[in-house]
Every structure is written in structure tokens, then in C-alpha cells.
């Protein structure tokens, strides 16, 4: 009788292959992002708004050195991003003539931003549909 073979894949090691590829792709992405970033430029916070690139800065916290994204706020305020968390900073995109504001750190304003752009995103849905 010939031998047959049999290759059992189970939910997990799908799961395990996924997940390396999603970080083989969102590590060439966030690659390009950073390459793609000059001082100066306007990037956006998820969280925390409109700020500008300062550059990319080591930090050593209880004994342990990590790169960080330094970004400039309004008044000068200072936040740096460890480089693994940077996936919540992107790059801004907007009219090349008016520069933005910077945002305010520890301010209400970033958060009434972005609700008053969820508002007039759900109205906008509601006409198209």
C-alpha cells in the first residue's frame, strides 16, 4: 500500500503565521514611515495631536536604553514616543501653504478635535446611505 502523508495545521500555528507576517509588513511600513520623516515635519498622536518631528533620541530608563520619537507640542512641550509605540504616530497630511497648529499637550482640545470629526463623519455616512 503506498504511504500516504498527512500535514495537520491547527488554528494556533495559523495564528503564529499571521501573526509574523503582519510584523514582517508593519515592520517594512513603520521602516518607510521613518525614513520618510525630516525633522520638522508635522506628524499626528493618536492621542495627543498635532506635533512636529524633532528627531529620534536614546533614553536609558531604569538601566535599559530604548530609541524614542521626540515630538515638539504648542508651548514647547516635549513627548517622546518609544520606537515601539510609534505605530500611533503618522505623518501629517494637509495643505502645504497652512501650517497647522500644534496642539497643546494635556489640553481638552485634541480630544474635541477628533470627536467633532467622528460627528461629521457619522452625518456624512448617514447622507451617503
Known amino acids: 500500500a503506498p504511504v500516504q502523508k498527512i500535514c495537520l495545521i491547527t488554528d494556533p500555528d495559523v495564528a503564529v503565521l499571521r501573526e509574523e507576517r503582519r510584523k514582517n509588513v508593519s515592520s517594512n511600513i513603520f521602516d518607510d514611515f521613518l525614513t520618510s520623516l525630516k525633522v520638522g515635519d ?3 498622536h493618536a492621542d495627543h495631536g498635532i506635533a512636529k518631528f524633532l528627531g529620534l533620541d536614546q533614553k536609558t530608563v531604569d538601566d535599559v536604553t530604548k530609541e524614542y520619537l521626540k515630538l515638539g507640542y504648542a508651548e514647547n512641550d516635549k513627548l517622546f514616543i518609544p ?6 504616530v503618522n505623518k501629517y497630511i494637509g495643505s502645504e501653504e ?6 497643546r499637550l494635556g489640553s481638552a482640545e485634541w480630544n474635541t478635535i477628533t470627536s467633532k470629526v467622528k460627528k461629521e463623519t457619522q452625518r456624512i455616512a448617514k447622507e451617503l446611505l
Request: charged residues 25%; glycine residues 0%; without cysteine.
Open 98 to 103: 497652512l501650517m497647522p497648529k500644534l496642539t
Open 83 to 88: 520606537i515601539d509605540q510609534a505605530d500611533k
Open 42 to 44: 508635522y506628524v499626528v
